[in-house]
T-cell receptor
Framework: GQNIDQPTEMTATEGAIVQINCTYQ??????LFWYQQHAGEAPTFLSY????GLEEKGRFSSFLSRSKGYSYLLLKELQMKDSASYLC????????????FGGGTRVLVKP | GAVVSQHPSRVICKSGTSVKIECRSL??????MFWYRQFPKKSLMLMAT?????????EQGVEKDKFLINHASLTLSTLTVTSAHPEDSSFYIC??????????????FGEGSRLTVL
């Protein structure tokens, strides 16, 4: 099975930076995804990492270390609309390439 | 990106009735679709993997007879909650990938269906 851990909640100030960590254990790692989900809505894709290193996409960056089973999502220049849940998901070859989601991190951006 | 449409977005039904939720891939063919369930303030829990033309693969603890999944075409999968009870009230989300051999295999999600059983 897989074990995906991420903090439950984080609070940050508008304009600041927040880093959301995700640790995982899996037998056939085949990619890590970050999704954003606003309350009552479906998740939307943010980023994908399969090799070690940093992927940057505008204000959002995602980092992966496969040897450590660790990823983080970095949100810069926070805006009020960034208040949402951020879901870390891991794809496992040993599980038929299904995506398993972590519990999600609720980020609250304050003025 | 690819578009997945889910219908209905909200449904309220009486206990004991059955409810069908449709999931369509609008601009691509989805050989595989996934059905998730999400409780308030919780993450997505995979219920089953729906394969076109064959039986769905259910996750452990998910009742096959309770949650009927049909994937009759490459663009449509349906989830039927049979004999619904209040504990079945939840947010159900479908997703699809454009292909197993994709670069990312990213999942595209439908809008979700909020089921309330009275």
């Amino acid at each position: 099975g897989q074990n995906i851990d991420q903090p439950t909640e984080m609070t940050a100030t508008e304009g600041a930076i927040v880093q959301i960590n995700c640790t995982y254990q899996t037998s056939g790692f085949n990619g890590l995804f970050w999704y954003q989900q606003h309350a009552g809505e479906a998740p939307t894709f943010l980023s994908y990492n399969v090799l070690d290193g940093l992927e940057e996409k505008g204000r959002f960056s995602s980092f992966l270390s496969r040897s450590k089973g660790y990823s983080y999502l970095l949100l810069k220049e926070l805006q009020m609309k960034d208040s949402a849940s951020y879901l870390c998901a891991v794809r496992d070859k040993a599980a038929g390439n299904k995506l398993t989601f972590g519990g999600g991190t609720r980020v609250l951006v304050k003025p | 990106g690819a578009v997945v449409s889910q219908h209905p977005s909200r449904v309220i039904c009486k206990s004991g009735t059955s409810v069908k939720i449709e999931c369509r891939s609008l601009d691509f063919q989805a050989t595989t679709m996934f059905w998730y369930r999400q409780f308030p303030k919780k993450s997505l829990m995979l219920m089953a993997t729906s394969n076109e033309g064959s039986k769905a693969t259910y996750e452990q603890g998910v009742e096959k007879d309770k949650f009927l999944i049909n994937h009759a075409s490459l663009t449509l999968s349906t989830l039927t909650v049979t004999s619904a009870h209040p504990e079945d009230s939840s947010f159900y989300i479908c997703s699809a990938t454009t292909g197993a051999g994709d670069n990312t295999g990213e999942l595209f999600f439908g809008e979700g269906s909020r089921l309330t059983v009275l």
